[in-house]
């Protein structure tokens, strides 16, 4: 047999044996990408030596406060004005026309030229903790949180329509095909654990309109794919085809998985494609997961008490039963976590509506923090909790449009200030006006709590050292820290 058609014989027997074997599956799609997506940067990370666990950093850029993230990602834009930025001046203009002096000219999702009238807050505020931070009283728990919080009234950003606004805030910019925040943490530090992927996603939905989130907004982008997130399911088994198939043992798995291995090294010896090496990489993460996943849901240590803290069921689907799953995550080593919730969206019946969705994520939330901090993990851990945007003051019939000028998110854990708040809108909730913070700068903040400055992580792609918060302008906002 000459070596071109030796060549093409093992092509064809390796793609057979896979099918046959089901390893494909079981290997877990979505760890991998297509060859053609990723060798050019795989190539890049070749080069940079770092392994499928270890980030690019020999060490962190200076001294880190947080060793990971927990992203409470409230997917559909929450009500400022409704949570936690209290404007009395608009509930006294409640029903009246908007200036034009605000609106004229500025982006404005579906109000466009229709009649703008002011919409007063639909929930009362409560001054809460010792911090007397004034939080809407549809959080119960959350509110128990105050002094533990930094509620940053000033955000801002780019992006009106949903799945942009998404993008925008998970890569800092609205163009597909950039890593995530995720990925570049990940890239950077590596993984704690060996056994699970280093970043995970969760979603849950309830509450009003569940906008679709798309598998982009956890995408490693020109990153090495062994960087992206994973999505486990939130209910039912986490993962797929996680189990061996009938009648196959462990051994007999750890037998296919070598053979898979060799076959694999055979056409990286003919490629010499970088790529094929976080195939490998993903292929043990699958076999480890086996193992690992089914550990990682088994709830039997956990104790009632802590279940009831949660008020959830383990594995139903929702996000308080994510958040215990988040903590268990961190416990484990995962570096990025998100857990989303898809139901903040309310054109109409905006009161109704931010009561029943702040319902499904209240007790879970105050929970997952609570929890954190009596295992002495809060110190090491960044709570980030808001959504993609806020919502107009302007009333959209019983509900509030898409707004970008000025919202609320807050943080909590290591390296943050509690019991504060930070910034300003203007009295109608529009404009943020005082310390204004843009995403770009939450992403350099949240890389720097995490020991890495922002200006010094990057990778070349297509020629440019390309870097999560870009060629715009952006900076710690130290005031926000402890």
Known sequence: MNPESNSLHRRLARRTFLRRTGIGSVALASLLKSDLAGAVSASAA????????????????????????????MAGGPSHLETFDYKPVLAEMDGKPMPDSITAGQPIAQLQGKELKVMGPQHKFIARGESGLMISDVFKHIGGLADEMC????????????DPAHTFFNTGTAISGRPSMGSWVLYGLGSETENLPGFIVLTSEGGGQSQPISSRQWHSGFLPSRYQGVQMHASGNPVHYVGNPAGVSRDQQRDIVDAVSRINQIRNDELNDPEIATRLAGYEM???????????TDMSGETQQVIDQYGCTPGDGSFASNCLLARRLAERGVRFIQLYH?????????????????????RGTAALVWDLKQRGMLDE???????????T????????????????????????????????????????????????????????LLGIDHMRLSFKFQGLDFRLTGVEEAHV??????
């Open 46 to 73: 070749a080069s940079s030596g770092a392994s499928a666990f270890e980030g690019i950093l020999a060490r962190p850029h200076h001294a880190p406060r947080v060793k990971r993230v927990i992203h409470l990602c």
């Open 151 to 162: 509620v940053i009234k000033s955000m801002h950003t780019e992006q009106i329509n949903h």
């Open 286 to 296: 699958a076999f480890r997961m086996q193992a690992s996943v089914p550990e990682l």
């Open 342 to 362: 898809r139901g903040w969206d309310h054109h109409g019946g905006v009161k109704a509506g931010v009561a029943k969705t702040a319902g499904l994520v209240d």
């Open 381 to 391: 851990t960044l709570i980030v909790w808001g959504g993609e945007f806020g919502r």
């Open 393 to 448: 003051p302007m009333a959209q019939g019983s509900g509030r449009d898409h707004h970008i000028k000025g919202f609320s998110m807050w943080l909590a854990g290591g390296g943050v200030r509690g019991g504060t708040s930070y910034g300003a809108t203007d009295e109608f909730g529009y404009n943020a006006v005082e310390n204004k913070v843009h995403v770009r700068d939450f992403h350099a903040t949240m890389l720097h």
């Open 477 to 482: 906002v130290r005031e926000l820290l402890a």
